[in-house]
Each structure stands twice: as C-alpha cells, then as structure tokens.
C-alpha cells in the first residue's frame, strides 16, 4: 500500500476516525492490527518476519532484565543479535554472497528465487536496537507485548523508516492510551500533520516521479544517449532520491502527528551541506545516527586517535553502502562516501588556515552556497554507482558523460524528446524552486516546512497549503496512463 495511492487515501481516515472513538484502552491494539493490515498488502507471508523479529527482541530485554551476570547479558544480546541478522542475510545477502563467493572460485552460481521482504532493513534495525539499548541500560524493557509490537511496526515508519528509537517512541505509544479526545483533536498538530503530508506528496508526486522519467530512459538505455542526456541523469537521480526518499520520511511524520506522535526528523537541507560531513548529518539522519551510536562508537569512536577514528569511519560507510543493497555498487558507494569523509578530516586543519588567511565568512550565503554546490556536485558523483546496475554501467556513464559532446541537443529542442516535454519541464522546473525556497527556509530558520508555517499568520499558511495541494493534484504524477512508482527505499 503505497502512501501515493488511492488505497492509502482510504485507509488513512478510517484508521484515524476509528482511533477517535473506539475506548482508550484499544487505541494499541487497533493500530497494531492496522499497522499488520498495511504491511500484509505488500506480501502476507512476511508478517512471519516481522512478528519472529519482534517476539526475539522482545523476549532478550526481558531476559537482559533477570540477568546479572554480564557473560549471559552478552549472549542474550549476541544470540538476538545473530537471529534477526541472520534472517537478514538470508533474505537480502544470501544470493549476493554466495554469487561473489563463486564467481571467485571460478564456478557458476544460480540464484535462488528469494523474496526481499519490504522494509526488512528497517525494522531489524528498529528491533535490534532497543535490545542494545536495554543491555546498555538505557531504557527499562517493555513489558506490555502489545505496546512493544507497535513500537517495531508502527506503519507510518515501518517500511522506511525513520528508524527510531525506543526512548523516543515507546514513551509516545503508551501515551496514546492516556490521551483524551480533545488531545487527539489537538487543530494545531492536526495542521501540521497535514501540511506535512501534502508537502511530502508534492515531493513524491511532482518532483521525483517525474524527474524519474528522464532517469530511468537514461540508464535503461545508455547507448542511446550523449553528454547532455547523462549530465540530466548526474544531476536528476541526485534530485529524484531526495524528494522520493524525503517524500517518505515526511509523510510519515505528518501521518503519525495526528496520533500526537513525533517521529525523528530524518533530512534537514542536505543539498545545502557545507562539506560531506555536513551532508551526513543532514541526509538519512535515522540512519547514519543508528550507525554511530551502535557501530562507530562500539568500534571506538574518536577515542582512540586520528588514525583508528578514520579506520573507524571507512568501516561504517561500507556497512551503511551493504545496508542499502546486495551489490558491489553499493559497497563501493559506501566506501567512497567512507574515503571522502576521510581525506576531510586529514585535509581539515588545511582547510580552516586557509579560510582563516582569507577572513572566509562562513554565515555568508554565497559562502555557503558555493560550498553546497561543490558538495552536490560529489554526492551527486557518488550517487551514479549506487544507481547503476554494475561497474560496467557506471563507467559507461561517466565515459560518455565525458566523451559523447552533443552540448548544441541543450538549445534544439532535443532535450524536450528524453522523457518531458517542455510543459513537463516548465512544471519540474517551477517544483524544483519551491523545493529550493523551503529548504532554504530550513537552512536559515532551522525549522521544517510545517513547522515554519505553523508560525506564520493562519491566511498566509491556508493560502500556502491549498495552492501546495491543487498543484500537487493538478501537476502530480499519478492516475491513468501513468506507472505508480514505489519509494526507491522500499527495496532497502
């Protein structure tokens, strides 16, 4: 059940209207049962999953909890940690590692027809981390099943995240059974709740979709296509992964706002990050602080000098491209964002003389700006090997990216015959400008797009979100002739 989908448009309300009147102490429950409906529609066989996943982590805080012996804590932990890992491997790296295994030995290997369950990734994430958090100490395990097995699966975050925290949203879900009505029909989280979901429907629908267009037909069909055509793909796919992705994120946040519910932000403006640091605390947030709270740290952190930091950091980055997907592309992807990470940190103190020599601003916007399109411009790089299919691809589209000048196909029209045509353009073109405006605002004003119209004069923001929503329902890419695309994190 996609949120683009008139299917979600239906559940939604229903889902919503039925947790306001039903009695408060079977508002978990209903949302439990609803959040197994909405993830049954992708493939009913995979609830097995997610309940083995939650009745695991579930039982170890309950254990950690009756041990004292540090010995069996660590087992109880390695032992969940094993079981729901080692589902994942089999589901999403089994094929993937016995191919490179034999491919190595010079042997074939046919793959086994294995389903990749929808938001696997996510959940065990979810999962594993309370029971980490538990042994920690962090937080008391749960003892209400129920209210636990919302926590795994609540179905705005469950299939792509944000991946939370149990301090954060355990706490919230048993509030839902202690909030009057009247707090449930709070008008101004409502507001935002929806502002939010229209914005992330405006990012879906007329951003990534359509921009999906022209980059699909580029790297479906790479011999087709010269310099101009893959310099629109560069530049595309890096758009299209943020407003798809962001789209998700954002609509899932909007949605559980209406069940007073505040789930982590998970972008903040990335394509205004001043440096490839910059850009990981801004992009994927849920995930990347997952990685340094349960991996980097761990590992050691920055506490063990410069050169074990920066080993620190190339192991995390080659996890987070395996994380993504079953591909050498995306372990490479990784890497590279792990390497790049590294030669700023050595070239850092460099860095700061020199901005210092040259009295640099660093609050000026031009400043800031220059230095975000120095960064996209890498992140966008990167961004050609997570997309591409193989190595082989990803060269050819550097390669004729380079080599294939036809730069005349800008000002003739060509350009008009990749996928859109000028209207289409013109609309991409005015979306893209909103997307700027709000981002910027976020840069500035440090507050999300709900937030910051939730601060403003109450025409102003009516005005805003009714023109938002017509033209996402007038300019949108959806309805007949047009192929509903899944969120590309889906398959992660």
């Given at each position: 059940?996609?949120?683009?989908?008139?299917?979600?448009?239906?559940?939604?309300?229903?889902?919503?209207?039925?947790?306001?009147?039903?009695?408060?102490?079977?508002?978990?429950?209903?949302?439990?049962?609803?959040?197994?409906?909405?993830?049954?529609?992708?493939?009913?066989?995979?609830?097995?999953l997610i309940l083995f996943s939650t009745v695991a982590t579930y039982v170890s805080g309950l254990l950690l909890e009756k041990q004292a012996s540090e010995a069996k804590k660590k087992l109880i932990v390695a032992t969940c940690l094993l079981s729901n890992f080692g589902i994942l491997f089999v589901f999403k790296y089994f094929n993937f590692v016995a191919g490179s295994v034999m491919r190595v030995a010079g042997r074939g290997f046919d793959p086994f027809n294995i389903i990749l369950p929808v938001g696997i990734s996510f959940y065990t994430f979810q999962a594993v981390g309370y029971t980490i958090d538990c042994y920690r100490g962090k937080i008391a395990p749960e003892r209400n099943f129920i209210r636990y097995a919302l926590f795994v699966s609540f179905f705005p975050q469950l299939v792509t995240g944000p991946i939370e925290r149990?301090?954060?949203?355990?706490?919230?879900?048993?509030?839902?059974?202690?909030?009057?009505?009247?707090?449930?029909?709070?008008?101004?989280?409502?507001?935002?709740?929806?502002?939010?979901?229209?914005?992330?429907?405006?990012?879906?629908?007329?951003?990534?979709?359509?921009?999906?267009?022209?980059?699909?037909?580029?790297?479906?069909?790479?011999?087709?296509?010269?310099?101009?055509?893959?310099?629109?793909?560069?530049?595309?796919?890096?758009?299209?992964?943020?407003?798809?992705?962001?789209?998700?994120?954002?609509?899932?946040?909007?949605?559980?706002?209406?069940?007073?519910?505040?789930?982590?932000?998970?972008?903040?403006?990335?394509?205004?990050?001043?440096?490839?640091?910059?850009?990981?605390?801004?992009?994927?947030?849920?995930?990347?602080?997952?990685?340094?709270?349960?991996?980097?740290?761990?590992?050691?952190?920055?506490?063990?000098?410069?050169?074990?930091?920066?080993?620190?950091?190339?192991?995390?980055?080659?996890?987070?491209?395996?994380?993504?997907?079953?591909?050498?592309?995306?372990?490479?992807?990784?890497?590279?964002?792990?390497?790049?990470?590294?030669?700023?940190?050595?070239?850092?103190?460099?860095?700061?003389?020199?901005?210092?020599?040259?009295?640099?601003?660093?609050?000026?916007?031009?400043?800031?700006?220059?230095?975000?399109?120095?960064?996209?411009?890498?992140?966008?790089?990167?961004?050609?090997?997570?997309?591409?299919?193989?190595?082989?691809?990803?060269?050819?589209?550097?390669?004729?990216?380079?080599?294939?000048?036809?730069?005349?196909?800008?000002?003739?029209?060509?350009?008009?015959?990749?996928?859109?045509?000028?209207?289409?353009?013109?609309?991409?073109?005015?979306?893209?400008?909103?997307?700027?405006?709000?981002?910027?605002?976020?840069?500035?004003?440090?507050?999300?797009?709900?937030?910051?119209?939730?601060?403003?004069?109450?025409?102003?923001?009516?005005?805003?979100?009714?023109?938002?929503?017509?033209?996402?329902?007038?300019?949108?890419?959806?309805?007949?002739?047009?192929?509903?695309?899944?969120?590309?994190?889906?398959?992660?």
């Amino acid at each position: 059940m996609l949120f683009n989908s008139l299917d979600f448009l239906i559940f939604f309300p229903i889902v919503f209207l039925v947790f306001l009147v039903i009695p408060k102490r079977l508002r978990q429950i209903w949302l439990l049962g609803c959040s197994y409906f909405f993830y049954m529609c992708w493939d009913y066989r995979c609830i097995v999953l997610i309940l083995f996943s939650t009745v695991a982590t579930y039982v170890s805080g309950l254990l950690l909890e009756k041990q004292a012996s540090e010995a069996k804590k660590k087992l109880i932990v390695a032992t969940c940690l094993l079981s729901n890992f080692g589902i994942l491997f089999v589901f999403k790296y089994f094929n993937f590692v016995a191919g490179s295994v034999m491919r190595v030995a010079g042997r074939g290997f046919d793959p086994f027809n294995i389903i990749l369950p929808v938001g696997i990734s996510f959940y065990t994430f979810q999962a594993v981390g309370y029971t980490i958090d538990c042994y920690r100490g962090k937080i008391a395990p749960e003892r209400n099943f129920i209210r636990y097995a919302l926590f795994v699966s609540f179905f705005p975050q469950l299939v792509t995240g944000p991946i939370e925290r149990s301090g954060n949203l355990l706490g919230q879900i048993d509030n839902l059974s202690k909030m009057s009505r009247r707090d449930i029909l709070d008008i101004r989280r409502i507001q935002e709740g929806f502002i939010l979901m229209t914005w992330g429907m405006f990012l879906k629908l007329v951003i990534a979709d359509r921009v999906a267009v022209i980059v699909d037909n580029v790297y479906d069909n790479v011999y087709m296509y010269g310099s101009v055509g893959f310099l629109m793909a560069f530049f595309g796919f890096g758009l299209q992964i943020y407003c798809d992705f962001a789209s998700y994120s954002t609509i899932a946040i909007g949605a559980a706002r209406f069940f007073n519910i505040t789930l982590m932000e998970n972008f903040d403006a990335p394509y205004f990050a001043t440096s490839v640091t910059d850009f990981w605390r801004r992009w994927h947030i849920s995930l990347s602080s997952w990685f340094r709270d349960y991996l980097y740290i761990p590992l050691g952190g920055n506490r063990n000098g410069k050169a074990r930091k920066l080993l620190n950091l190339l192991i995390v980055f080659t996890c987070s491209g395996l994380w993504h997907g079953a591909n050498w592309t995306f372990v490479f992807w990784g890497a590279m964002h792990g390497v790049l990470l590294v030669i700023e940190n050595l070239l850092k103190p460099w860095i700061r003389r020199i901005d210092e020599y040259m009295g640099v601003n660093k609050k000026n916007v031009g400043f800031m700006l220059c230095r975000a399109a120095v960064v996209t411009l890498i992140a966008d790089a990167a961004w050609v090997f997570f997309r591409a299919d193989s190595f082989g691809q990803a060269y050819t589209f550097f390669y004729r990216l380079f080599t294939r000048g036809d730069w005349w196909k800008l000002f003739d029209g060509t350009i008009y015959t990749y996928g859109l045509d000028i209207t289409e353009m013109w609309i991409l073109a005015i979306g893209m400008m909103i997307l700027v405006v709000v981002d910027f605002i976020r840069v500035r004003k440090g507050l999300h797009f709900g937030k910051y119209l939730m601060g403003e004069y109450a025409v102003f923001r009516v005005v805003v979100v009714v023109a938002l929503l017509i033209f996402t329902i007038v300019f949108g890419q959806y309805g007949p002739g047009f192929d509903s695309k899944e969120f590309i994190y889906f398959q992660f």
